[in-house]
């Protein structure tokens, strides 16, 4: 990468990948910034790398990001499918994968972006890369994930406020199972990485917390519920990351729906959990799964005020000349990694964690 | 029902059925009331009819329940199960069910309770009947349904409080339905009325609302859905009660777990819709079940207040000689219905609602 | 009021007053009901009748509306001044009122306005009715004022938000209040009517409630709290309406800022009392003056179905050739009253009223 | 400090100071890994210093804590007056400030307690160095602010929650302040150090920030209005900390209650602005003074999250025989710091902050 002050003119923008709390707050920041300080145009492509593949985008002034701070989603849109280099294309009444990327850089050219800052999660990082690689795309990446299982960053925005809505149903379940002497199960995002369970299960008080991570038997987690019977509590809360998996076994298989990265959900984990829990134990045992809910939502204080620094520090590296690079925490300052090395490391709970250790003292099982 | 001021001493309170934000609320003015006002004591039953089965019951003072008035649940328990008069026993390695009500009568007496305050819905409710006409028992009903749903009274709590929970959730899912252009199904409680479906749907604005009482063809909602595509609104919202049914068709069937009223749920009508929505329109349809979640939180101002008005009012009728009623609420006022008629009319949406017509006014689809 | 079926074309609409939670939802509502069910343009005055006279206006087509029923606010903007019979105007280095009513009857015509909705207060109303009276201008009003002082209507949209926004204010306190010992003192919204003290004060378990209908005396206020201190119950809370007043006394004086309605607050009501109670009791004791909050934020989903309700009344009712009327509920129906008779009678607290028995069997004093 | 396993059975633990949220989640946590871990009898002090000055204490066992997790304040009370080693006392008619640490180590004695958590900011940390040094008492220091502003740990509990609710102010402000064009000014806490402002501040969108660790002018703040206007931009929102303060000023002189380090709230610094604003640009400026509304609620996960590490971590550090030392955040890691330098440092905004720069790229000014 340059380390030269760039002469740049003309930014682009782009959401990838599954939508998360403070998407807007980072167009935002970037938007503010390149106009104000730099007096850079920026361009927004719609839909991900659809509008990057399809030539859809438009000019994004200070007017357009009035009021967007703390609202939910992306104005610009997004998806998680379409891949530049692996892009379906019907061709003879049958669908063909190609590589796309040349027309992307034709398109990217047709608008005189000089540069293009990429918010997204490891495959839109990993098309970054790419594109920083092959054709020397002056690309800058912002990571964004709701599991929070980026290694190169110490959080990115979105996980705070899934955090606080996979918090928030605990504390509601929780009145329900004292009240019913139940075991309610909630199941929460994390298909690699723990984080959202583990940390809305220390929050949330539950009782027990299965993630990737640290694989459960149903045994010991039963033995928990019975231990808690036996001491008087007669009701119990379970968290359950949709990645958990018994030990030995598999994840459980969705039903995944053609042409779609995140499967419909039928029968996931807490449903399995669920039904072994009443047919060991006979005690009643309701799932509820949060889904697309830890999505939404006005982001935390905290999320925005990350993503803002995110998008704000995005515009300042790429006009030090500084790309091929992704901005990330490394509390408490922003900084930069090359996007290489961004996509190669997935931060997952590990066994050391103190957090583990915390929630070990507070009583809680993780089902081993 | 005799309307001579009654000279009681004791009284009993139970919470029977599912549970509702606002129990605690009743309790506590109950308690408030008889222990301030009239000298009373009041005992509660714990877990429903359960703890009037077995007679498992504790003296309430004002102590207990100091700080309840804003908590979700029931501090004296609940369950869905137990009916007195149909009550599983098991005999000779068998489950028989009989008629335990004399004990029950017995254990009340045990407490030298004079009168009985039951607060449940339609199945509670018909159990109080039975013990007010059989046993001359003096009793009031509280009607407590989250659903809405009970014929005899304007307004139940809980039902604002799950309906907060469910516009939340709308709002929600609309940012990440906007993003992603996808149709988002939010499936919420009502097996026979669909009045949260209905007000989340026009206060969530959704674009669709399925309800038990007007069955759908999924024709009339996918053409809905590509209308708003051809109007430029990439992303369509919708709502159903669980209880919502194609024209003709039947309620879904989901897994029933032995010997419980409220069954886990696999597949409902929400995964139901979305599937068939998925394959008429190749839409990415993603689907979320709130289940329990609506039950539980901290209830709104207006549940805690009608809630505290029903529990005051619960006692000031029995120490006015008013019993075999249900207390219930005529805006602006509290009244009573005998409990004869109270658990006889089931309010349901009429087709000829205002707010059916306000919301079709809005665009709103029935399905139909 | 005509009873004919009118035959209008272009429909104007503002805001008027203070804003409250639910005034773009009227606004949706109105749109969306005119443009799709009845062809009619809608022209929106800006900032209330500040845009009538000074002909401010754009036309709101169905995008305008688009996503804006959750928002607090009013996309028009409104004021609180700019009355068009009583207008200040600049003549020769002075400011005279005037009545600029004829030149808001041209800008009315300058748009081929055939009738205009205005959603507002007392004031707003009043000059509504003015201009139905002396031009017979068609005009149907819409009631609103947080305050719920209406007589006309059994409720107003934005009374149950801030009564949320209020009694999550006395939630909150409660915790430190207790922690504490002390008496927090919560002032709340309510010159004249003390509808948000008496709800907020019910559903936040207040000790003591002030509201303008019920003057108190200090030593009534303090004798409650030291009957607290001798039953154990170490703090105490208190909820005030901006307008309670002693018994004998005065409202407490503000500084009024020259030119508006609402004073900025120096000294209210809230911090009158504390300083009272803290003299009479060496208790120590905080207060918190929620101000302006209690008009910002979501509307709650009551509100927001209200306010829609109405908006799309105001719309109905003009193309069923109704003016020179409000619209308002008549539970469980929508209505119209005159205009005349809207703007006469206020909603006050009653002394008779079944709530503030309620809250006597509460223990709540209402400091006499 | 002793480095060696210590071998302690009893533990007394206290709160003191201003409450926080996450106060009961280290009360809990405490309990839970001394009682289950190590098996610890936990003695509970009432109302911080005074309970120990005056030997008011009551054991906690695991069931004393069950539930609090998600509640506010603290379970064991708290003052922010009593201290040990400045106490007044009543003599001859006169109130005396006298040292009654002696009697204070007697009533520890008393207990048979052999070390001691004392939860609190910096004045109660100050006197548990008091009691380290001077006792050589073994005493571990948790460190609570709403501030944020002890610069031995990176962050506090509680200011994540009151970061909330003050973003969560400013979120209802804008939909009010955008209405009716007016400027609104909300004062939160922050007496040396801003903080909470200078967080809400870019968390909410504010246009200007002010706080004691950068003096501002009006001039410069009305500036930053008039230029606001000029663009189109006819509102603006104005977050200050309550010890900002003018250049070459004074920070606004309140009224104090006598014996209260809190003072009673009259005339601060968000109204001196307001007023001063109105005066030099005629635009209606409107104050809300979110005072304690800041210190209530139910703890965000994260404040949870950490307050139960604190409150273990205190209990495995005076197992492992450290103490005169305070838990601190050492991101990622639960650390611990003397006591004596844990009082030193006031960790306060410095003007080379990263978010200052952000701040100030978002447009944001600081009245300089």
Same mark, same amino acid.
């Given at each position: +990468?340059?380390?030269?002050?760039?002469?740049?003119?003309?930014?682009?923008?782009?959401?990838g990948g599954g939508?998360?709390? @403070?998407?807007?707050?980072?167009?935002?920041?970037?938007?503010? $910034?390149?106009?104000?300080?730099?007096?850079?145009?920026?361009?927004?492509?719609?839909?991900g790398?659809?509008?990057?593949?399809?030539?859809?985008?438009?000019?994004?002034?200070?007017?357009?990001?009035? #009021?967007?701070?703390?609202?939910?989603?992306?104005?610009?849109?997004t998806t998680n499918r379409d891949n530049?280099?692996h892009?379906?294309?019907?061709?003879?009444?049958?669908?063909?994968?190609?590589?796309?990327? &040349?027309?992307? +850089?034709?398109?990217?050219?047709?608008?005189?972006?000089?540069?293009?800052?990429?918010?997204g999660g490891d495959g839109s990082?990993?098309?970054?890369?790419?594109?920083?690689?092959?054709?020397?795309?002056?690309?800058?990446?912002?990571?964004? =994930?709701?599991?929070?299982?980026?290694? &190169?960053?110490?959080? =990115?925005?979105?996980?705070?406020?899934?955090?606080?809505?996979?918090?928030?149903?605990?504390?509601?379940? %929780?009145?329900?199972?004292?009240?019913? %002497?139940?075991?309610?199960?909630?199941? /929460?995002?994390?298909r690699?990485? #723990?984080?959202?369970? !583990?940390?809305? @299960?220390?929050?949330?008080?539950?009782?027990?917390?299965?993630?990737?991570?640290?694989?459960?038997?149903?045994?010991?987690?039963?033995?928990?519920? +019975?231990?808690? *019977?036996?001491?008087?509590?007669?009701?119990?809360?379970?968290?359950?990351?949709?990645?958990?998996?018994?030990?030995?076994?598999?994840?459980?298989?969705k039903?995944v729906v053609e042409g779609s990265f995140e499967p419909l959900? !039928?029968? #996931?984990?807490?449903?399995? $959990? &669920?039904?072994?829990?009443?047919? %060991?134990?006979?005690?009643?045992?309701?799932?509820? /799964?949060? @889904? %697309?809910?830890?999505?939404?939502?006005?982001?935390?204080?905290?999320?925005?005020?990350?993503?803002?620094?995110?998008? &704000?520090?995005? $515009?300042?590296?790429?006009?030090?000349?500084?790309?091929?690079? +992704?901005?990330?925490?490394?509390?408490?300052?922003?900084?930069?990694?090359?996007?290489?090395?961004?996509?190669?490391?997935?931060?997952? /709970?590990?066994?050391?964690?103190?957090?583990? *250790?915390?929630?070990?003292?507070? #009583?809680?099982?993780?089902?081993?």
């Amino acid at each position: +990468m340059s380390r030269t002050k760039a002469q740049f003119k003309r930014i682009g923008i782009l959401t990838g990948g599954g939508d998360a709390p @403070g998407l807007n707050a980072v167009i935002r920041a970037a938007v503010k $910034v390149a106009v104000r300080d730099y007096g850079f145009t920026i361009i927004g492509f719609e839909d991900g790398f659809g509008g990057l593949i399809e030539n859809r985008a438009r000019r994004l002034s200070e007017k357009d990001v009035v #009021g967007i701070l703390p609202r939910g989603g992306t104005i610009l849109g997004t998806t998680n499918r379409d891949n530049p280099f692996h892009y379906p294309v019907q061709e003879n009444g049958q669908v063909v994968f190609k590589d796309v990327s &040349a027309q992307v +850089m034709k398109n990217i050219e047709s608008h005189g972006i000089d540069a293009l800052i990429i918010i997204g999660g490891d495959g839109s990082l990993t098309i970054a890369k790419e594109l920083w690689e092959r054709y020397n795309l002056p690309v800058i990446g912002v990571p964004k =994930t709701i599991d929070n299982d980026i290694g &190169a960053t110490d959080q =990115t925005f979105g996980f705070d406020t899934a955090l606080n809505t996979a918090t928030e149903a605990l504390d509601k379940l %929780h009145t329900t199972a004292e009240s019913h %002497h139940r075991v309610m199960v909630l199941e /929460v995002m994390g298909r690699y990485a #723990g984080w959202i369970a !583990l940390h809305a @299960g220390v929050a949330g008080g539950a009782d027990v917390i299965l993630i990737p991570e640290i694989p459960f038997t149903i045994e010991k987690v039963t033995e928990k519920l +019975m231990e808690r *019977r036996r001491t008087g509590k007669k009701f119990s809360v379970i968290v359950a990351a949709e990645g958990a998996k018994p030990a030995g076994g598999q994840v459980v298989v969705k039903k995944v729906v053609e042409g779609s990265f995140e499967p419909l959900r !039928l029968g #996931g984990i807490g449903n399995q $959990v &669920a039904e072994e829990i009443e047919q %060991h134990t006979r005690i009643e045992t309701r799932v509820t /799964v949060l @889904g %697309h809910l830890q999505r939404g939502g006005s982001p935390t204080p905290f999320d925005r005020i990350l993503a803002t620094r995110f998008g &704000a520090a995005a $515009v300042n590296f790429l006009a030090e000349g500084r790309y091929g690079e +992704m901005v990330c925490l490394r509390t408490p300052e922003i900084r930069t990694v090359p996007l290489a090395e961004a996509v190669e490391v997935m931060r997952r /709970v590990s066994l050391g964690n103190e957090l583990i *250790r915390t929630a070990k003292q507070m #009583g809680i099982s993780f089902g081993t």
